[in-house]
């Protein structure tokens, strides 16, 4: 493992140019970890540490989506191929907000690119803002105090399908399949949570973090985008089941959420699966590095789920409440194997982890990489509560990847007790390569 591949404990820096300047598992390869030069001085980089190295899966189990424990001071590489929040551990508590871009033309997009890759820079890594006159506002809002621990961060940039229309001249550069999400047969979408021009995600270890990260990016960028909608979520953190080598988190229907997600910390899997390469796949070269994200807002009807037989809840999603292991027996991290079991004797035909993966050398190329959150909104007029999944998911084909997963669930049993109600389709944007980089760059220059 190379010193680009592990996270980093940021201290604290201030310099005295920084006056006015907005300043599950295994660590990852791809990253890279420089500080921002021209026009984003509050970034700093810190020394970088080992961590020790979690338990390797042995032959024959699958990887969780275990959130990784708190550390105040982690941050991850900004710079690299490929963006934070993809790959990057899931820690516990994250956040999608969509923006309308209010940006009149291109040089007001690109505005919009610097100074998003500025703040993120700096946010992600850490570092203190400068004293001003206190006859003006202050540089921040001030919620982390003085001293700003990266706590963990990550800030993921991604493009809606809207932005490639006239007004920027990005049409002709569309990535391949990107498109505006419709609705699916179960679902009811809100108009006011569902799409908009750009999406950032927000992982950190607490959601003040991420609140605060929020904030600074909309104080630096007046006139150039506007929130359309917000969703944020946690997770809580598990240890590992007894006889397990990695813990998962429950979502509010009580099972385990992640059982069988692909290893983050394989990278040729994340290639084959997650990132797009831009050849033989049709894709514009500009989208080379980047991601398919898909965020579905799903409700849960948690009232009328818990007076379901444990017997009917356990058939419908294919596992044991419990431990999370696959109703054929053994533990959580166990391949089901559904090979014995064809008229679904002990996996229902029709169960929610046999429909979204049925485990054939065919449904291989279709696995995402979920990085899901539980989320609680208040309560409804008639006194059920609002509270359900904010579900991520990360492929380098949204087709083949989860409108195809979501297409094979349509009609299951789960749907009687969920209502996904907003989200959108969202386009990774490739990472910022180096201190004079900026994410968009390549999109801008490609339609230039």
């Known amino acids: ?64 989506s275990a959130p990784l424990a708190r550390d105040p001071q982690l941050s991850w590489p900004f710079h690299g191929r490929h963006q934070q929040g993809v790959v990057t551990p899931r820690p516990a508590t994250g956040m999608v907000v969509a923006f309308d871009v209010l940006a009149g033309d291109r040089d007001g997009l690109q505005r919009l690119f610097e100074t998003l890759t500025a703040r993120i820079a700096f946010l992600t890594q850490g570092g203190r803002y400068p004293q001003r006159d206190p006859h003006y506002p202050p540089p921040d809002s001030g919620i982390l105090g003085p001293d700003i621990p990266p ?58 973090t991420c609140y605060h990260a929020l904030r600074d990016i909309i104080k630096h960028t007046p006139g150039l985008m506007l929130v359309r909608w917000k969703q944020e979520g946690t997770v809580p953190l598990l240890p590992p089941s007894p006889g397990d080598f990695d813990g998962s988190a429950r979502n509010f229907l009580g099972f385990r959420d992640g059982s069988a997600n692909p290893s983050n910390d394989d990278a040729a899997l994340m290639d084959e699966l997650v990132w797009v390469d831009g ?5 514009p070269a500009w989208a080379q590095g980047g991601s398919y994200m898909a965020v579905r807002i799903i409700r849960n009807f948690v009232e009328r789920w818990d007076r ?32 014995d079991d064809p008229e679904g004797h002990i996996t229902p035909l029709d169960a929610h982890i046999r429909l979204a993966n049925p485990r054939t050398p065919a449904t291989q190329h279709n696995r995402i990489l979920r990085r899901p959150f539980n989320y609680s909104n208040g309560v409804e007029a008639n006194g059920q509560f609002d509270m359900g999944l904010l579900f991520i998911c990360f492929q380098a084909d949204l087709d083949a990847g989860f409108i195809t997963v979501q297409q094979r669930l349509n009609g299951e049993p789960l749907e009687e007790y969920i209502k996904p109600v907003g989200g959108g389709y969202f386009f990774v944007l490739p990472g910022a390569i180096n201190q004079q980089d900026f994410l968009g760059r390549s999109l801008l220059n490609a339609t230039a």
Do not use: W
């Open 151 to 208: 706590d963990g961060l990550t800030v993921t940039l991604a493009l809606g399908d809207a932005l490639f229309d006239q007004r920027f001249g990005l049409d002709a550069a569309r990535p391949r399949h990107l498109q505006r999400m419709t609705g699916f047969p179960n679902d009811a979408l809100e108009a006011e949570r569902c799409h908009g021009d750009i999406a950032l995600q927000f992982c950190a270890n607490t959601l003040d």
């Open 308 to 339: 379901t037989p444990l017997g009917e809840q356990e058939a419908i999603f294919g596992r044991r409440k419990m431990s999370g292991a696959p109703l054929s027996g053994g533990n959580e991290q166990d391949v089901p194997d559904y090979s």
């Open 279 to 283: 050849t033989g796949e049709n894709e």
């Open 1 to 64: 493992m190379s010193h680009r591949d592990r996270p980093s404990r940021c201290p604290f820096h201030v310099t005295a140019n920084e006056e006015g300047t907005p300043p599950r598992r295994r660590f990852l390869r791809g990253l890279g970890l420089t500080g921002l030069g021209v026009g984003l001085a509050g970034l700093y980089p810190g020394r970088v540490l080992s961590a020790e190295p979690l338990q390797t899966p042995p032959q024959g189990k699958e990887v969780t």
